[in-house]
């Protein structure tokens, strides 16, 4: 398709373990945005990708979450030893270059759920 | 941080009325750019409008407009004789470089 792909749609997992998140962002889209959404609350940011390097770590929780991006295409967020409070839809948005004017196409999410 | 603010957590109206969601951001930058996004029950935010900090005048597209003040640092949405299809969560959001910041959202609910 022509949005912004993101896998798994769904995943449960028991508590302290790994878990890694797919986007597959609009093709031409150089910036790559990953946010995370709890239930009923607003989008937290976690990384912004420019490219293959990620100028703006500062929204990632702790050092168990980890994202790269290969190619300047797909992402991954990876999350080590899961814990409960990172159940939340994990969201990926692509955008035209890193400029400030081009809006965000986002992705369906990943809702992902610690047991 | 700068933030931005939507003090309304949940709205609802009921269908035909018309329903202004507020939207107040924080920023020490001259140059930067303001967001509308809508997400539906189905997940997706759609991108609903983008405006520059340079252009303040008013805009409307259909039943939807946008009020943006920058002497209140306010960019406000509303929506005219409201439907059911508009029940959504609505997010506003400030650009600043690469540096995107969204509110908290409002959950807007019209009822038939």
């Known amino acids: 398709g022509a949005g912004v792909s993101q896998s798994p749609s769904n995943k449960v997992t028991e508590k302290g373990k790994d878990v890694e998140l797919r986007c597959d962002p609009i093709?031409?889209?150089?910036?790559l945005y990953w946010y995370r959404q709890s239930l009923g609350q607003g989008l937290e940011f976690l990384i912004y990708?420019?490219?293959?390097?990620?100028?703006?770590k500062s929204g990632l929780p702790s050092d168990r979450f980890s994202a790269e991006r290969t190619g300047g295409s797909v992402s991954t967020l990876t999350i080590q030893r899961t814990q409960q409070e990172d159940s939340a839809v994990y969201l990926c948005a692509s955008s035209l270059g890193g400029h400030s004017n081009q809006p965000q196409h986002f992705g369906d999410g990943t809702r992902l759920s610690i047991l | 941080a700068q933030k931005v603010t939507q003090a309304q957590t949940e709205i609802s109206v009921v269908e035909k009325e018309d329903v202004t969601l507020d939207c107040v951001y924080e920023t020490r930058d001259t140059t930067y750019y303001l967001f509308w996004y809508k997400q539906p029950p189905s997940g997706e935010l759609v991108f609903l409008i983008r405006?520059?900090?340079?252009?303040?005048q008013n805009e409307i597209s259909g039943r939807y407009s946008w009020n943006f003040q920058k002497s209140t640092s306010s960019f406000n949405f509303t929506i005219t004789a409201s439907q059911v299809v508009d029940s959504a969560v609505y997010f506003c959001a400030r650009s600043v470089v690469d540096d995107m910041r969204f509110g908290a959202g409002t959950r807007l609910t019209v009822k038939p």
């Open positions: 093709s031409g889209h150089t910036a």
């Open positions: 990708f420019q490219g293959n390097s990620a100028p703006d």
């Open positions: 405006r520059n900090s340079f252009d303040e």
